[in-house]
């Protein structure tokens, strides 16, 4: 294997790391805020990804749509809040994770009725070809949509940490109790996390749409490697998910260039399985 071959891998897997890592740290701020583990978190990212290509249908490229994109699944993530979630906090657990899982089940049943399992793509975007540097191939979609991932994360941590609202967001995630004692508005506090986790799926999906197939059950293996970025960086934790997401988009890339492709999979799972086995909270976990 050559030199080339392996920084073509780095680079494809650094990108591919960066959007795996915005999807996860979604999931992982809702979790902190409230415990509760979005399963329908897959299912989101499929509908800002349709759409996506449904504003492109109409005429707007994705990186025109995206604040559009973002806002639907901010209000979106409201709507989920205060219609299911908020009603499924004082209930068993079980209660809970059917709630969400139900939640997706119905939103991809919905998909495929509305819009069938046919795969979509989105054909000649605004940012189309390659950059190549060297012998290094680079697509220009997954360029942008790295790039644009990035700095909706570094604007994510900008305003967790340098906010009050961004602190009163950290003070309900580590004790909600005592954030109400203190007069911070912990409802509004959640409800404003799973908009902000959903707008994340946004952007994620979004940028998606320019490169990938667009298809009902497209979320599914998204989600999955979520829970696992999730998981591997440590429930609660935003740098978790960045370290995590791009780690899990590295390694699926070059395993998938040392062993067989079909393996990428098992390389990802392996390596999973070996932190948490050693270190169950995770790389940078709080719970």
Known sequence: MSSEVLIQAVVSGLLMGLIYALVA??????FGLMEIVNFAHGEFLMLAMFASFWFWVLGLDPLISLPLVVIILGLSGLAVHYGIIRRLLTAPMLAQVCGTFGLAVALRAGAQFLWSPDFRTITNPW???RVQAGGIFIGQPQLVAGGICLLAFILLWLFVTR?????ALQATAQDRQAAA????PT?????????????CVGVAGSMLSTFFYIFPDVGVN???LAF?????GGFGSILGSLVAGVLIGLVESIGG???????????????????VIARPTGLFGRF
Do not use: C, H, N, Q
């Not at 740290?25 to 809702?30: D, E, H, N, P, T």
């Not at 906010?163 to 602190?167: F, K, M, N, V, Y």
């Not at 040392?258 to 390596?271: C, E, I, N, R």
């Open 163 to 167: 906010t009050e609202t961004g602190l």
């Open 222 to 224: 998204f989600a999955t």
């Open 181 to 184: 004692v203190m007069g911070i």
């Open 257 to 275: 260039v040392l062993f067989d492709p079909s393996y990428k999979a098992l390389v990802v799972f392996g390596l999973y399985l070996a932190v």
């Open 228 to 232: 696992v970025a999730v998981a591997l």
């Open 187 to 199: 409802e509004r506090m959640s409800a404003l996390g799973w908009a902000i986790g959903l707008g």
């Open 127 to 129: 940012i189309a070809g």
């Open 25 to 30: 740290v979604g999931l992982s701020l809702i």
